[in-house]
């Protein structure tokens, strides 16, 4: 089923998804952005999980849960790093809808986008801009 | 505790070390994998061709890795646990671009047994462009006294 955009509202749960951050998506990513502060995503452990690797593994599951479409811009970012997380934790990822309105050709949403480890405790909060095509 | 960072003696104006990389298609395709996003502005040679970007372009999220790599490499710890980014994606990154993420030291407040310290962020193509501005802050835990 297709997601009317026009029909979500502020404060609308978009997703909410578990996340593993097992050492095989974690050494995905750094070696796709080729993070050397993690080390080498060779010897991808128990260490902890770049930052930027849980906000994108998060918005992952906005991207498939708001079906975005082709051609959408990703405006802006905010984000809070809260707590280390070791890679190996599982995370509970949800997104809600801050913002949503069109002007000219594009639609402007905002989402809110939070991640808890395992015991409950925020570890990453933020916000992103997108700009969808209208 | 205090960070190896805190305890260098930063002061305003100071700058951070800073991170550079080439941007691929290889390393655009890579990320896509990595985060499941496969906007075809990212992928697609021919989706991107008819956008308004004319080609493919990196993930914003891609670009900003960086920034979050000089901050760790500078606070470790600190930015993992008490770390802030307010960024705008401001002009696209193109496969065979290189970027240069770097921060200056704005602002440093103690307060409450804690330093926080406001750097202003930006990543610069090669062409000297900004493809993202912003601001990142850290909070250091100090060691305390007595």
Not at chain 1, 10 to 33: F, K, M
Request: negative net charge.
């Amino acid at each position: 089923m297709s997601v009317n955009y026009a029909e979500l509202t502020p404060g609308q749960e978009i997703s909410s998804r578990t996340v593993v951050l097992d050492a095989a998506t974690v050494s995905r990513y750094v070696e796709a952005v080729e993070d050397s502060s993690a080390g080498p995503a060779s010897e991808i452990g128990s260490g902890p999980t770049p930052p930027m690797a849980i906000a994108a593994l998060t918005l992952r599951g906005v991207l498939t849960d708001l079906e975005i479409p082709g051609g959408t811009v990703h405006a802006g970012q905010e984000l809070e790093f809260k707590g280390a997380v070791s890679v190996g934790e599982t995370l509970a990822c949800r997104a809600t809808l801050a913002q949503n309105s069109v002007r000219g050709d594009w639609r402007f949403m905002v989402v809110r986008v939070q991640a808890k480890d395992s015991t409950g405790r925020v570890v990453m909060e933020g916000k992103s801009t997108i700009m969808v095509p209208a | 505790m205090a960070t190896g960072a805190a305890e260098l003696g930063m002061r305003e104006g100071e700058t951070l070390p800073t991170v550079e990389k080439l941007i691929t298609q290889e390393r655009i395709q890579s990320y896509a994998e990595a985060s499941g996003d496969y906007n075809p502005v990212h992928v697609d040679a021919t989706f991107a061709a008819s956008s308004q970007f004319g080609r493919t372009i990196a993930h914003g999220m891609l670009v900003a890795a960086s920034i979050s790599e000089m901050m760790t490499m500078a606070f470790d710890e600190d930015w993992r646990s008490a770390g802030r980014l307010k960024l705008r994606f401001r002009a696209p990154v193109y496969p065979g671009d290189s970027i240069i993420a770097s921060g200056e030291i704005e602002r440093i407040v103690e307060r409450d047994g804690a330093r926080q310290v406001s750097i202003s962020v930006v990543v610069r193509k090669q062409t000297g462009e900004e493809a993202i501005t912003g601001e990142a802050v850290v909070t250091l835990q100090l060691a305390s006294s007595g």
